[in-house]
T-cell receptor
Framework: GAVVSQHPSRVICKSGTSVKIECRSLDFQATTMFWYRQFPKQSLMLMATSNEGSKATYEQGVEKDKFLINHASLTLSTLTVTSAHPEDSSFYIC?????????????FGPGTRLTVT | SQQGEEDPQALSIQEGENATMNCSYKTSINNLQWYRQNSGRGLVHLILIRSNEREKHSGRLRVTLDTSKKSSSLLITASRAADTASYFCATDPGGGNKLTFGTGTQLKVEL
C-alpha cells in the first residue's frame, strides 16, 4: 500500500524558534496533501490543504503566516511552524491520497510530536 | 468545520467480546471512513463505505451506514488485545477529499 513518511518524528524547540516538518509520499505522487493537528486525547483537526505548485488552503482560524506550507514537488510537502510558542506543542500529522489508485482512502504519516519549551 | 460525534468515548471489553462504536455526523457525505490510531502514532485506514452502501465487511470488521440518520457504526468481532487503540470515523463530502474526523472512541481490550 501507499506509504507516507514524516520527519522528524519528535522535535523539541525553544519558544520563538521555527521548526520545519517534512511529509513525503514514498511510492506515489501526491498533488494534494493535508496537514492536521491533534492535541492529547482529542481528534484530528484539519489545518490546511497543501497543493503542489500553488498556495495552500488554510482552514478557518489557522494563521497562514504562522504555519507556512510549501508543496514544492509531487512527493514532498513541508510545514514550518514559525516563532513557535508552548501552545503550538501538539502532534502534527500529514496525509495524502494516491490519485493513481482511484480510491478515496487517505494515507497518513506517522506524525511529528512537537514540544515547545 | 464541525466534527462528528462518536460514542462511547471510551470502551473497555474482554478479549473475545465484540466492540461496537457509533458515529454521527451533520453534513451530507460521499463516503465515510474508519481509522485506527495506536497511542502516539499515525492513523491506519480500516474501511471505507460509500453513501450508497449500507453495510460493508472486512475481516473482523463490519461497518454500517444509515444516511437518513446520518450515522455509522463499526463492529469489531472477537476482539483481541492488539485491537486496543483509538478509533475515528471521518466523513468525506467528495470533491476535495477534505476529511472531517469524529471525536473518537478509545477502545481497551483486556486479556
Amino acid at each position: 500500500g501507499a506509504v507516507v513518511s514524516q520527519h522528524p518524528s519528535r522535535v523539541i524547540c525553544k519558544s520563538g524558534t521555527s521548526v520545519k516538518i517534512e511529509c513525503r509520499s514514498l511510492d506515489f505522487q501526491a498533488t494534494t496533501m493535508f496537514w492536521y493537528r491533534q492535541f492529547p486525547k482529542q481528534s484530528l483537526m484539519l489545518m490546511a490543504t497543501s497543493n503542489e505548485g500553488s498556495k495552500a488552503t488554510y482552514e478557518q482560524g489557522v494563521e497562514k503566516d504562522k504555519f507556512l506550507i510549501n508543496h514544492a514537488s509531487l512527493t514532498l510537502s513541508t510545514l514550518t511552524v514559525t516563532s513557535a510558542h508552548p501552545e503550538d506543542s501538539s502532534f502534527y500529522i500529514c496525509s495524502a491520497r494516491d490519485p493513481a489508485s482511484g480510491g478515496d482512502e487517505q494515507y497518513f504519516g506517522p506524525g511529528t510530536r512537537l514540544t515547545v519549551t | 468545520s464541525q466534527q462528528g460525534e462518536e460514542d462511547p468515548q471510551a470502551l473497555s471489553i474482554q478479549e473475545g467480546e465484540n466492540a461496537t462504536m457509533n458515529c454521527s455526523y451533520k453534513t451530507s457525505i460521499n463516503n465515510l471512513q474508519w481509522y485506527r490510531q495506536n497511542s502516539g502514532r499515525g492513523l491506519v485506514h480500516l474501511i471505507l463505505i460509500r453513501s450508497n452502501e449500507r453495510e460493508k465487511h472486512s475481516g473482523r470488521l463490519r461497518v454500517t451506514l444509515d444516511t437518513s440518520k446520518k450515522s455509522s457504526s463499526l463492529l469489531i468481532t472477537a476482539s483481541r488485545a492488539a485491537d486496543t487503540a483509538s478509533y475515528f470515523c471521518a466523513t468525506d463530502p467528495g470533491g476535495g477529499n477534505k476529511l472531517t474526523f469524529g471525536t473518537g472512541t478509545q477502545l481497551k481490550v483486556e486479556l
